[in-house]
Each structure stands twice: as C-alpha cells, then as structure tokens.
C-alpha cells in the first residue's frame, strides 16, 4: 500500500513577472517645490503623458495647475506659470490619448474646459480655455477621454448625471441619467463599447455608453465599492472597497453577471481609498492606498485562484495620488513595464517610480512588451455615435516613442445658448443649495456679463466703422 505525502510547501508559480521591482528616481529626476493642492477630493489630482506632466495647485481664488515639460526636473520656482482659468477647485484632469497638448480639466465652478500647452510648457499663466463646456449643474467631479474615438470626452458631475461631450461641435450629445447619488468612477473596457461606474448609492453598473442602458447592476451592501476598472478583454471587472467589518477589500466579477463576486479578498485594516491600476499588456494588478507609502501588485489569470500575490512596493512617504505614464513612455530598455508618479504633498514633490523586470540581456524584450494600444485614434465621433466598434490601433514600442502626433484639435465656434440633451435644458436656472454655489453662479454671471459687455463694444466699434465707411462713399468724387 502506498501513501501518498501532501506536500505543504506553496505551489511553485512560475511567472516572467514574479521579480519585479519597484525602482524610486534620484532626486535631481523628481520634480521638487509643488505647491500639491491639499483638497480632499478623491482624485489623483495628476495626468501624464510622453511630454507633459500636470499637476492640481493649492491656490487662493478659482483652482489651477501645473504643466511641466517632463524633461523639466528638479526645481520648480514658486512663480512658475499655471493653468487658471476656473472659478472654483479643479477636481480632475486628463491628458487627451491622441493629442499629447490638449489636456481636459473639470472644477467645482460647474465647468469642463479643454486646454493646448504651447510647445515648450506654459510662459505665462493660461486664464482663456481652448473650450469651455457648461452642462452640468453642480460641480464636476470627474473626467475620461473615449479609449478609442477623437474628441469624445465623458464628464461626471454632483448633479448625478454623466453627459458626453462631441467636442468636434462642442456640445453635450448624450446623457445618462441612471444614478442616485455622486458617480465615484468610471472606467471603459478596451474598444470603449461598455462603460462601468462605482456610486454612492453603493452599486457597481455596467452601462452602454451610447443608450445610457444599464446592462449589469450590482447591489454591493457586504462590499461596499468605491472604485472599479475593466480588466482588459478578460470580461472581468475588478473593485476596490471597504467590507462590512471596515476592513479594505477587493472584488472580481463577471462583467456579465454581476449578482455575485467571483472571489473577495481582505487587503488590511487601513482607512485609506485603495485605487486599483491595471496593465493589460502585462495582465498586472497595482493596488495604491492614499495616504499610504507602498504599492502592492497582482497577476490576474482567467483560470482559478484569477489573483496571484507578486509583491510590494514599499516607501516611508505617503501618497496623495499617482500619475500613471502611457506605455509609449516607457524606457523599454530598461525593461520598464509601467511608471507611477507619486504626489508626496508634504515635500512638494513627484517622485517617479518605475516598475521594472529584472533582465541580464539589453535587448528589446518582445515577451513583456507586446502590441500595445497607439496614440492613433480609430473612430470618429461621428462612427462611434452612429454605433460602430473597434478595437485601439495598436502600435510596436520596439523602435521607442518618438513619433508625435500630426493630429491638431480645432475648436468649435460657438454661440451662447441652452444645453438640451434628452429633452432637457441642462442651463435652465437651479436654484443654488449652498453658499459656495450661489457663488459659483454669481461668477458666473459675472463672466457672462463682461462677455456680452465686450460683445457689444466690439459691435458698436464696427458700427463705427461701418458709418464711416458710408460716410466715405458719400463723400467720394464719383457720386458727385
């Protein structure tokens, strides 16, 4: 008879991932000085892309932020000039995908403005917006640019409502009115065709961004969720939250059955909003806690246990938020597979940090660094609201970026007038709840005003104009 020994050693998991390492910058390649705004917004407060990094400020009177040219280390002298066009706090930013100067920004004042950086950075302070986008009633919480399709921007405002923005004409063009209360999050699978969002009213959802149907919903009372990311093509979604005993939480589940997590797992007992960072070319995990000082990391399969434990990136300095660089940004030859830029509000400073995989030879690393999606768009606005899908045009990081876009954002003309999507006019006056709004609206107000006021002087110099030019023909030798 023979016995069979259970082996109660962990089972050997073999990964090209299992060493990798999180790996700090040296001081004079960190960006030091930064006045980092101390607002308590769940954001991350931080966008970058191969060119530019920017940042939200701390600022007395409207909100504004950095943009400093990546190359730009070190020192940033407290005069340096700012984006400050908004009345209130800006509470989100992000970088358009396929135009590296055009950055989107959204505030407190109810506004979504977009922005082009003139090469170089910033001379002076930026006060006039490329475009200004007023549709939401209450303040604006959050941004995200379409994955797959130019100049379709997504905007989540306090007013519970998600409108999507075509900015080839610079209008709302959709709106998805599905929520109860404040939208936490909001995250597009890979071609864009379904979006998920997290909620106060402690449900996860999974809608079609073009109908606004909610296709999936998810009623989370013993998990209660706070943020969520696409996992790829995998049809997976994961959520980061708090359990019933007050301890941090992940989740994954089916995108097309939400009734049920497919695993939970306990993270600790901290207080600090976990936020999760997917790679899908390398099938990575990051999970970053704010106010902590580590990251932790996973590989995520589609076969059980779907989550493995690699390991933990560790600092003393805690984390206000993270800026996460596109693939085309990475230095490939040293087998970096993804880089954080970590806001350590205490010291005024970003420090970059990049995840690498240990490797002995120099050359390029095909395995790690697949097809990744490019800075090419695949849709239009137009294509993609007429219902068509596709997948990112993908491009090779083996010859490194250095390919800048042709592509050049053209801001509508626009006229001044109402905001109907849905039937409804989205500017029609709403009485103010608060203080902070009346003054939001009175601003507002204010800007419309000097607006029409400058509007009329420029017309009443062309009237002028025009009388003279009359008063010439009359004048002239031939009618007489």
């Known amino acids: 008879m023979t016995v069979t020994k259970m082996s109660w050693r962990p089972q050997y998991r073999s990964s090209k991932f299992r ?25 991350h407060f931080c966008a970058v892309n191969a060119r530019f990094l920017a940042i939200v400020t701390e600022s007395a009177g409207g909100g504004s932020f950095l943009v400093i040219p990546l190359e730009q280390t070190g020192r940033i002298e407290p005069n340096y000039p700012k984006v400050c066009g908004h009345q209130g706090n800006v509470l989100d ?10 950055i989107a920004s959204c505030s407190e004042d109810t506004s979504v403005r ?24 209450r303040r604006v919480g959050l941004v995200e640019w379409h994955p797959t399709t130019n100049n379709i921007l997504f905007s989540a405002g306090y007013d519970y409502k998600i409108l999507i923005w075509n900015l080839d004409v610079g209008e709302p063009v959709k709106m998805i ?4 209360d404040v939208i936490l999050c909001m995250s597009f699978n890979t071609d864009g065709s379904l979006l998920t969002t997290t909620c106060k009213d402690k449900k996860l959802r999974v809608i079609e961004p073009r109908s606004g149907r909610v296709l999936q919903e998810a009623n989370c009372k013993n998990h209660r969720v706070n943020r969520v990311v696409f996992l790829g093509n995998m049809k997976r979604l994961l959520t980061t939250g708090v ?20 695993i939970e797992e306990e993270i600790d007992g901290l207080s600090g909003l976990l936020f999760p960072f997917y790679d899908a070319d390398t099938h990575m995990l990051y999970l970053a806690g704010k106010g902590d000082g ?35 940004g990475l230095d490939v030859s040293a087998c970096e597979v993804f880089r954080f830029y970590k806001l350590v509000t205490l010291k005024g400073l970003i420090e ?71 039937g409804i006019d989205l500017l029609e006056n709403v009485p103010p709840r608060t203080e902070n709004e009346l003054l939001r609206m009175f601003f507002r107000q204010q800007d419309e005003i000097r607006r029409l006021k400058e509007e009329l002087a420029q017309k009443d110099i062309r009237i002028r104009q025009l009388q003279l030019e009359l008063k010439n023909l009359r004048n002239s030798p031939k009618n007489c």
């Open 19 to 43: 060493n990798v390492y999180g790996k700090v910058a040296n001081r004079e390649h960190c960006f030091d000085g930064i006045p980092i705004t101390k607002n308590v917004h769940d954001n």
């Open 93 to 102: 930013i992000k970088w358009n995908p396929f135009i590296d100067n055009i």
């Open 114 to 137: 977009l922005w082009e950086i003139p090469e170089g950075g910033l001379k002076r302070n930026m006060m006039e917006a490329l475009l200004e986008l007023h549709g939401h009633s």
């Open 177 to 180: 009115d599905c929520h109860s």
């Open 243 to 262: 359990s019933r005993w007050n301890t941090r939480q992940i989740a994954l589940w089916d995108q097309e059955d939400l009734s049920m997590p497919l």
């Open 294 to 328: 580590n990251i932790r990391y996973y590989e995520i399969s589609t076969e059980k246990p779907y989550l493995s434990y690699l390991m933990e990136f560790r600092s003393p300095a805690p984390q206000k938020g993270l800026g996460v660089m596109p693939k085309h």
């Open 352 to 422: 970059p940090i990049s995840m690498i995989v240990p490797r002995r030879s120099d050359s390029y690393q095909e395995d790690i660094y697949p097809m990744t999606p490019g800075t090419e768009p695949a849709l239009t606005p137009d294509e993609w609201l007429g219902g068509i899908n596709r997948d990112p045009v993908l491009m090779s990081l083996k010859e490194g970026y250095k390919k800048s876009s042709k592509m050049v954002f053209k801001a509508p003309i626009k006229e001044k007038k109402s905001v109907v999507v849905n």
